[in-house]
């Protein structure tokens, strides 16, 4: 079965420092792969989707993500970061019938 | 405004009682679905509708019941048999086809008295 892996549980980062939470996906053909963004409590919002085409996918609030057949990957990253991405990020992908999503990687910003 | 709504916020569970929990959208989306999320373990499916009056089970259909009797809606049950039901419930719906985003609701945390 396809599946989702995102190596970091908790990542710590400095306001205006770079961001880059990783995504390993298992699929034999081309995945349609998405990031969302959850913060406390909340529901999830779509940061960005990826489905063909432009390998580097341009989101909203700043983030991007790359898609790498040849490392299985979708990493999601942004140059600056701001204290309002203090959050958990979730990368997924189409299996089948649903979506799978990974564990999540949580992101604290400190000042 | 388009969205999705969940309600209750919370919802607290007795031993042996069912409760419900109602997910309503008025995006005219065909496809609902309902993910338990617990920490530490992503979202997991337990059912998903992609139409009115079908629903099929997802990873962790058992001890839960849905219906669809209505585009808009999309309630689901937690019965008795959930031995675990703690956690948090996050409804989602999208125009149809699977490349389609899924928008979320809110959520509702299901706590056990």
């Known amino acids: 079965a396809q599946s989702v892996t995102q190596p970091d549980i908790h990542i710590t980062v400095s306001e205006g420092a770079s961001l880059e939470l990783r995504c390993n996906y298992s699929?034999?053909?081309?995945?349609?792969l998405f990031w969302y963004v959850q913060s406390p409590g909340q529901g999830l919002q779509l940061l960005l989707k990826y489905f063909s085409g432009d390998t580097l996918v341009q989101g909203i609030k700043g983030f991007e993500a790359e898609f790498k057949r040849s490392q299985s990957s979708f990493n999601l990253r942004k140059p600056s970061v701001h204290w309002s991405d203090a959050a958990e990020y979730f990368c997924?992908?189409?299996?089948?019938?649903?979506?799978?999503f990974g564990a999540g990687t949580t992101v604290t910003v400190r000042a | 405004d388009g969205g999705i709504t969940q309600s209750p916020k919370y919802l607290f569970r007795k031993e042996g009682q069912n409760v419900t929990l109602s997910c309503e959208q008025n995006?005219?989306?065909?496809?609902m679905y309902w993910y338990r999320q617990d920490p530490g373990q992503g979202l997991r499916l337990i059912y998903y509708?992609?139409?009115?009056?079908?629903?099929q089970k997802g990873d962790i259909a058992e001890g839960y019941s849905v219906s669809r009797e209505k585009k808009e809606s999309f309630p689901l049950t937690v019965t008795s048999a959930q031995k675990n039901p703690t956690a948090f419930y996050l409804c989602?719906?999208?125009?149809?086809?699977?490349?389609?985003?899924?928008?979320f609701g809110p959520g509702t945390r299901l706590l056990v008295l």
């Open positions: 509708s992609q139409i009115v009056n079908d629903f």
């Open positions: 989602a719906s999208s125009k149809g086809h699977l490349q389609e985003t899924q928008y």
């Open positions: 995006l005219n989306h065909d496809a």
């Open positions: 699929y034999g053909a081309t995945p349609y």
């Open positions: 997924a992908v189409v299996n089948d019938y649903k979506l799978s």
